[in-house]
């Protein structure tokens, strides 16, 4: 599919009042004022034109040529707009049409078992039936409107057993995305955690929290969101006020997260160790899991246990070892104990945790074995495979 020039407005052809209506409900709630098209002019210099309305028969000749109306949708034609919602009163109409991605076919005739033929022959991409999928229709349209990409690599970060470090980890990372160039959105999912904003020395820094989310029920625009947050080492961060609300809806942390995960670029979650609904809600929208295991034997005792609760919803997780220690288990033997990938190791860093302690930002300076573990991953992860995350 070509670069749209549309502006983000998608199409809606249809001569069916009522429909469109229905459609222009829909695009007025994803923000979206759309192109109509209604028929197309007899000399539309289209190509198209004649061949879809010699096959709309009888139909195609009652309404001129049949198609879309270009001029009445200010010269934007099929091929230009975002994306197409094609009105199956009009399917006959369009048939001749060239083949483009982001086309639906939307009625209401939920008993019409021709329906899914006539989607075929105008390469739609799916059947809407209105109302059912009205909710779905105006996230669509409202993520032509934000012009969506590439959804963000969504990476979440877990402690296997209490002071694993995954809030250090979490941070660190963040930070070194942002360092990479990468648009990147921290967000604290761990209420009892102390507040990422602490780790970033922002805890004073304007912007919505957790708490201002909590209404939150249906789509959350994905510009909006980044620019209510605090903005903090070249990130957005995300994270819980020093009230006494520790509980998010689940409907609330899952419009947020994935409104974070529209915008593109980077989003790094810190998750508590217990799965909760909400937690579940965001584990199922990350790419990767990292869970943070020290090379120790209680550790990985316990990190077991998290694993299985994270493995029922997540889709890849990968153990990150953090330290040696005297006596202690190498990396890939606490990998093979949980029976999880080895995602690498960090090697304890003299020094990190007064630093710290004393206010410096993980992940900040640059250097030492907890930046260089993040630079690795990015550097391997940010790489497109088409299999997953590469790490």
């Known amino acids: 599919m070509r670069p749209a020039v549309g502006g983000g407005r998608p199409l809606i052809v249809t001569e069916d009042p009522l429909l469109l209506d229905d459609l222009l409900r829909l695009c007025a709630a994803a923000g979206a004022e759309p192109y109509v098209g209604h028929s197309v002019p007899e000399q539309s210099g289209t190509g198209w034109a004649a061949e879809a309305g010699e096959a709309g028969g009888a139909e195609g000749g009652a309404l001129g040529n049949g198609g879309v109306d270009t001029a009445a949708c200010g010269g934007v034609g099929w091929q230009d707009a975002p994306l197409v919602l094609v009105g199956d009163d009009a399917a006959r109409r369009v048939r001749g049409a060239p083949r483009r991605d982001g086309v639906f076919l939307v009625g209401r005739d939920l008993d019409d078992p021709q329906v899914w033929q006539r ?9 809407l039936r209105l109302p059912d999928a009205e909710s779905g229709l105006v996230d669509r349209i409202a993520d032509v409107v934000e012009g969506a990409g590439r959804p963000a690599l969504t990476v979440g970060v877990i402690g296997g057993s209490g002071g694993a470090g995954a809030s250090t980890l979490a941070c660190a990372l963040a930070v070194r995305a942002a360092a990479f ?119 990985v005792a316990a990190a077991g246990r998290v694993a299985a609760g ?81 790490v």
């Open 181 to 299: 160039g990468e648009r990147t959105l921290l967000i604290d999912g761990d209420p009892l955690g102390g507040g990422m904003d602490v780790l970033l020395g922002g805890e004073g820094a304007d912007g919505l929290r957790w708490p201002d989310f909590a209404g939150s029920r249906g789509r959350v625009g994905a510009d909006a969101l980044a620019e209510s947050l605090p903005e903090l080492h070249a990130l957005r961060v995300l994270s819980w006020d020093r009230g006494d609300r520790v509980v998010v809806p689940p409907a609330a942390m899952r419009s947020v997260v994935a409104a974070a995960r529209r915008r593109g670029g980077v989003v790094v979650v810190d998750l508590p160790r217990r799965v909760d609904e909400g937690v579940a809600e965001v584990l199922a929208q990350l790419d990767l899991v990292l869970l943070v295991v020290p090379g120790e034997l209680r550790a």
């Open 119 to 127: 989607a075929v022959e105008i390469g739609a991409e799916e059947v």
């Open 310 to 390: 994270v493995r029922m919803v997540a889709r890849d997780v990968r153990v990150v070892v953090r330290g040696r220690f005297p006596g202690g288990l190498e990396a890939e033997a606490v990998a093979e104990l949980l029976r999880v990938p080895l995602a690498g190791e960090v090697p304890l860093e003299v020094g990190l945790p007064g630093r710290v302690a004393e206010g410096e930002t993980p992940g900040a300076r640059g250097r030492g074995a907890l930046a260089r573990f993040c630079d690795g991953f990015w550097e391997r992860a940010l790489v497109p495979s088409g299999q997953g995350v590469t």
